[in-house]
């Protein structure tokens, strides 16, 4: 049986992964969840505590328009958690224009137009958590991931930035930098990690660092938190990619 809790948290990137991992143990956990994400078709919560709202964040140019609605229409949402993203690796030369412009539209962009979206209604009620889901290549980068580290260094310099700025709000701003997470992402792309358990982090793994950053006892934040498999194996090309 769910507790009961009276916070509402945004989780962006809800219907798979992550974001599916972080919704559910928010949810088990007693808060509100509004989950966002371009397609819900291929996943149910059953929970009355969550809401699913059908956005898709890499069109920016309705993206201030939807926000403004749903805030109108869940004025009491006092944090979020900014998982949704895409990964595109390669050297640089290998991405065409639109293609770097889609993959920081959407993995850095809108996260900004989000955030700048709730920031003054956590301002007005002097509280709130905001947590952006960076990467280990927010740390380092690597030959063949350019553009999406370029993504997520700039999360992880908003948020450096952000905790600044909204301290005296009452506003706490934390990143979480997951190394290889065993998740949907690998699917399309050409390599992954390895197969053993110490070869990977899980979603909920992931979930349980957010589900403390949130529980973290008011005045405390966690301003980073980095996960890493306990052995590192990348294998690539994947079986039967070539």
Known sequence: MEKANNRTILVTGASSGIGKAISTSLLGHGYRVIGMARDFSKVRFDSDHFRAVPIDLSRLDELPEQLETLIKDEPTIDGVVCCAGSGRFGSLEEFSYPQISALLDLDLTSHIYLVRALIPGMK????????F???????SGGKRGAVYSAAKFGLRGLAQSLRQECAASGIR????????????FFDELDFQHGDEPDNYILPEDVATAVLAIIEARAG???DEINLSPQKKVVRSPKPGSR
Request: aromatic share 4%; proline share 3%; charged share 20%.
């Open 133 to 139: 889901m960076g990467s280990e290549s927010a740390r």
């Open 173 to 184: 701003v934390s990143i979480v930098n997951p190394g290889m997470v065993k998740t949907a």
């Open 220 to 222: 405390t934040v966690f």
């Open 124 to 131: 007005k009620r002097a509280a709130g958590d905001i947590i």
